[in-house]
């Protein structure tokens, strides 16, 4: 597994869709926890965590990868239940908007009492909040990828 340098990443961005795991993370009460994006696609908008996988890394490594940078928490793949693929259209890039970001998104849900504040801020969220669903899906701030998760 490694990550790419920016130039050779934007290339792929630019020719490629991006495979990646988005954590459908629900308490006990049936809410759902959604992080405000600092990044772009879908900068500055309620988003289930998540992220790509690497390449020569198994969807099993990236989960646990993925779960401890997004949570601070490493979960196995095996908790979790295969919502399914999903395809995510963004007209922007992580660099800007001089091209778009199709990402195939393999959305599993994961249920579990995270405490907010032992989650992780700063690489990709500015903060985390649980959501009741039926609030969730009336949100503008809610992208609608997570919504579509939900419907």
Not at 63 to 81: K, Y
Not at 97 to 106: E, G, K, N, P, R
Request: with cysteine; hydrophobic share 40%.
């Amino acid at each position: 597994m490694k990550f790419l340098s920016e130039q050779a990443f934007s290339d792929v961005i630019q020719n490629t869709p991006l495979v990646s795991i988005d954590l459908l993370i629900k308490n006990r009460l049936g809410q759902v926890l959604l992080g405000r994006r600092l990044n772009r696609p879908a900068q500055n908008r309620w988003f289930v965590p998540g992220g790509r996988i690497l390449k020569d890394e198994s969807i099993a490594t990236a989960f646990q990868r993925l779960t401890a940078a997004e949570l601070g928490h490493t979960f196995e793949i095996h908790h979790a239940r295969l919502l399914g693929p999903f395809d995510h259209f963004y007209t922007d890039n992580v660099y800007g908007d001089a091209f778009s970001t199709h990402y195939v998104a393999l959305a599993y849900e994961l249920m579990t009492n995270l405490e907010i504040k032992s989650l992780p801020l700063g690489a990709q969220h500015e903060k985390y909040q649980w959501f009741n669903i039926d609030s969730l899906l009336t949100d503008d701030c809610v992208h609608e990828h997570t919504k579509n998760y939900l419907r």
